[in-house]
Structures are given as C-alpha cells and as structure tokens.
C-alpha cells in the first residue's frame, strides 16, 4: 500500500478556570494552547516503518515483516475497536520490552504509535513509511502534548487510509475536517491517551482535536462554538509535582474541613461559569476593558481559591507577585503545586511590557512564552509553510 506524504498538527491544551474543583463535580474550562505539535508522514519503498522523535530523543525503525507478525493478535470484531484492545496492548509491550511497570515517554509513544499504525492499515497491505514528530509543547508540563501527540497520529493515519478526506485545497496553507471527521480523529487519539495515561478524561485529546475552548462536567464534554482568540504568557516554573497527590491533598481537606471546602468548591465553579459567559459576549458584543476587567478579577480570585485548597506553591507565588508588578494576573493551570501558569494580556499590552515581563520570570529560572489561547484544532498543514520549523528543529538538535 502507498501513502500520501502529509503533515498535520494539533494545539496544546491548558485549564483555565476549575482544576480539581472537575474532580468533585464542578465546571471546567479547557482550553487549546497556540503552542502546536506537528507531525509528517512520508511514504517510503525500502520497507520500514521509522518514528522521529527529537523532542524526547527517540528514533525508532522496524523491518514491515516484523509488525506483520503482530496482526494476528488484531480484533476482527468491530464492536471492539472502540475500545483499547487489551491483548494487542500486551503484545506491544512484549514486542518493544517493556511488560513490567510503568512505561517512560519514549516507550508511552512507540506503544501509542504502534497500536494506532497496526488498528488502522494491519487488516491490509501495510504501508513503509516515516513519521517524523517535533512541538512546541514542553513534555511533562500538563500541557496536552501527549494528546496533541495522539491526535496527530490519528488524523494523519485517517487521512492515509483514507478513513477521513484530506481538507487542504492546493491554495490553502491550512485545513479543516468536517464535524464528523473530527469525531473519529478524537475517538481514535483517545485510544492513544489511554495507552500512555491509563485513565484519561478524554479533556486533553478533544481540545486537540476541535481546538478553542471546551466546557468539562461530570465526565461531559462540550466544545463551544465560539470563543476570542486572548494573548497570555504561559510560564513553567519547572517544578516537578504529582498529580496524583495534589488530587489526594484536596480530597483530604475536603472530607475534614467540607462546610469551609465545599463552598469554595462551589465558588471555583461559579467563576468557570462566569468567565464563560463573559467569553460568549466578547463573541457577539464589541470587546471593552470591563469584559477584560473581569476576566482579570476572575483569575485573581480563582488563584487565592486554589492556595487555599492546598495546590498552591511558592513559585507560583513568585510568578503572580513578579507579574502584578507589572500590572498582570496570573494563576496557575493545570495540577499545580509547581508546574505551570498562565497570564492574560489585554489587547493594549506593549511589547516592552511583555518582554520585561518575560526576561523577570526567566531570570527566576522559569521558561515563559508569549502565545495566545482559543485557537484552532488539528488541522492539515502546507509542508512549504511548515518545513522551515522542521529544519530549525532538526539543527537545535544536532548541536
């Protein structure tokens, strides 16, 4: 079988109000990051089928009559493909070396990579083939790149096999897919979150896949139709922290403070639902400073909300008191406890403000970028347009 060549991409993803307040039943607001990770197939005829991954240093090849061996352990049953095939995932553990413990993101993404090429082209004439992988995401950062990762692997495997049409006219530099072909995009990276995650909301894989803003409750995803494109600064204060015990920690304070944590709980969800209000009016009604004044308040209120449930940290502090300083509000995203937060700029902000800005969060040790929130999705992307990021990226890590 031969493939197309094609290069698509997806956003990162970032909370922008009601982190662990989802947990016990509250609204959450995800977001997509215009921080994007691309990805591009090209066909080859020498039979291999080669992964490049310089972001975590990974180059991978295997013979085609190697992975030929694997579809025997492939479902016939349709019913099943959509859920993860729990025997094939064992078998590609086996396969790669890795049928003890927990997998490192090099073997996460090998694993995810070779499940989605195997479910897609194993029951016909396997494809040679190179897919090569590079973002703008930092890894580890709670920032979406593993499901940016597996939405990209979706889409384009779609597209080769030609499950999903390819959106690009000749003189377009971007393209989109229908509603329905976004639907088996996400279902499909969801099926790759779940090999590298275990227990995924499926948050992170639909903010990849449709982009702009979603509404998160009770296990409910909605995509929102609308949403202003805001400039923020995202910052990684590169303080390691656990998910999992940051979750434990609220869920603690919860069972023995509940008449002082339930309300603020339910404080964290009226901002959430207040901030997407105002979000829906800035899309229908002309944007004024009262609209960004909010927006403003609500993130300084959700900050102190997010101290006092225990998720806080001390350079997350420094990174809200080093932006007030120059007139910004910040808050953290995501699990906090270190890790990373985010900074909204109005539309009058000057470069001289977010450079200075910028330099002052660097010079705590902290890597900061100036990005913007409520982009697009997964989009297929003009290999001229986007080849020259390949080129840098490939001679950053050469050196």
Same mark, same amino acid.
């Given at each position: 079988?031969?493939?197309?060549?094609?290069?698509?991409?997806?956003?990162?993803?970032?909370?922008?109000? *009601?982190?662990?307040? #989802?947990?016990? /039943?509250?609204?959450?607001?995800?977001?997509?990051?215009?921080?994007?990770? @691309?990805?591009?197939?090209?066909?080859?005829?020498?039979?291999?089928?080669?992964?490049?991954?310089?972001?975590?240093?990974?180059?991978?090849?295997?013979?085609?009559?190697?992975?030929?061996?694997?579809?025997?352990?492939?479902?016939?049953?349709?019913?099943?493909?959509?859920?993860?095939?729990? !025997?094939?995932?064992?078998?590609?553990?086996?396969?790669?070396?890795? +049928?003890?413990?927990?997998?490192?993101?090099?073997?996460?993404?090998?694993?995810?990579?070779?499940? &989605?090429?195997?479910?897609?082209?194993?029951?016909?004439?396997?494809?040679?083939?190179?897919?090569?992988?590079?973002?703008?995401?930092?890894? *580890?950062?709670?920032?979406?790149?593993?499901?940016? @990762?597996?939405?990209?692997?979706?889409?384009?495997?779609?597209?080769?096999?030609?499950?999903?049409?390819?959106?690009?006219?000749?003189? !377009?530099?971007?393209?989109?897919?229908?509603?329905?072909?976004? !639907?088996?995009?996400?279902?499909?990276?969801?099926?790759?979150?779940?090999?590298?995650?275990?227990?995924?909301?499926?948050?992170?894989?639909?903010?990849? +896949?449709?982009? *702009?803003?979603?509404?998160?409750?009770?296990?409910?995803?909605?995509?929102?139709?609308?949403?202003?494109? %805001?400039?923020?600064? %995202?910052?990684?204060?590169? #303080?390691?922290?656990?998910?999992?015990?940051?979750?434990?920690? #609220?869920?603690?304070?919860?069972?023995? %403070?509940?008449?002082?944590? &339930?309300?603020?709980?339910?404080?964290?969800?009226? &901002?959430?639902?207040?901030?997407?209000?105002?979000?829906? =009016?800035?899309?229908?009604?002309?944007?004024?400073?009262?609209?960004?004044?909010?927006? =403003?308040?609500?993130?300084?209120?959700?900050?102190?909300? %997010?101290?006092? &449930?225990?998720?806080?940290?001390?350079?997350?502090?420094?990174?809200?008191?080093?932006?007030?300083?120059?007139?910004?509000?910040?808050?953290?995203?995501?699990?906090?406890?270190?890790?990373?937060?985010?900074?909204?700029?109005?539309?009058?902000?000057?470069?001289?403000?977010?450079? /200075?800005?910028?330099?002052?969060?660097?010079?705590? /040790?902290?890597?900061?970028?100036?990005?913007?929130?409520?982009?697009? /999705?997964?989009?297929?992307?003009?290999?001229?347009?986007?080849?020259?990021?390949?080129?840098?990226?490939?001679?950053? +890590?050469?050196?």
């Amino acid at each position: 079988m031969e493939v197309r060549d094609c290069l698509v991409s997806a956003p990162g993803k970032a909370i922008l109000h *009601g982190e662990h307040a #989802v947990v016990h /039943g509250k609204v959450a607001l995800a977001v997509s990051l215009n921080l994007r990770t @691309y990805l591009q197939l090209k066909a080859r005829s020498d039979g291999k089928v080669c992964i490049n991954l310089p972001n975590i240093d990974t180059f991978v090849c295997w013979e085609l009559s190697e992975l030929k061996q694997l579809t025997s352990f492939l479902s016939d049953k349709k019913e099943e493909m959509q859920r993860l095939d729990a !025997e094939l995932v064992k078998r590609l553990r086996e396969f790669i070396g890795v +049928t003890n413990g927990n997998l490192d993101s090099s073997a996460s993404a090998i694993l995810a990579f070779l499940y &989605i090429y195997l479910s897609l082209f194993g029951s016909g004439d396997m494809p040679s083939l190179t897919v090569s992988v590079w973002s703008e995401l930092p890894t *580890g950062a709670g920032l979406g790149s593993s499901a940016a @990762y597996s939405v990209c692997l979706a889409a384009a495997f779609l597209c080769a096999t030609a499950n999903i049409p390819t959106p690009l006219k000749e003189w !377009e530099q971007t393209g989109r897919w229908c509603q329905e072909d976004l !639907e088996l995009i996400n279902s499909w990276a969801f099926q790759g979150e779940k090999i590298i995650h275990g227990n995924p909301s499926g948050v992170d894989n639909a903010v990849g +896949t449709w982009g *702009g803003m979603l509404r998160f409750l009770a296990g409910k995803i909605i995509p929102l139709s609308r949403v202003p494109l %805001l400039r923020i600064l %995202l910052t990684n204060t590169k #303080v390691p922290r656990s998910t999992k015990v940051l979750v434990a920690r #609220v869920k603690d304070k919860i069972n023995k %403070l509940p008449s002082i944590m &339930i309300p603020v709980l339910d404080s964290v969800d009226a &901002i959430s639902c207040t901030c997407e209000k105002v979000l829906t =009016e800035m899309t229908c009604e002309p944007i004024t400073g009262d609209h960004y004044n909010i927006l =403003e308040e609500l993130i300084d209120i959700n900050q102190h909300h %997010l101290n006092v &449930i225990g998720v806080g940290h001390p350079s997350l502090d420094t990174l809200c008191q080093v932006t007030a300083a120059r007139g910004l509000h910040s808050k953290l995203t995501g699990a906090g406890g270190g890790g990373c937060g985010i900074t909204l700029l109005r539309p009058e902000t000057d470069s001289t403000t977010v450079q /200075g800005t910028m330099k002052d969060l660097r010079d705590c /040790g902290y890597d900061c970028w100036e990005t913007s929130i409520g982009g697009p /999705g997964c989009r297929k992307e003009d290999s001229r347009r986007v080849r020259p990021l390949w080129r840098i990226w490939i001679s950053i +890590t050469v050196l």
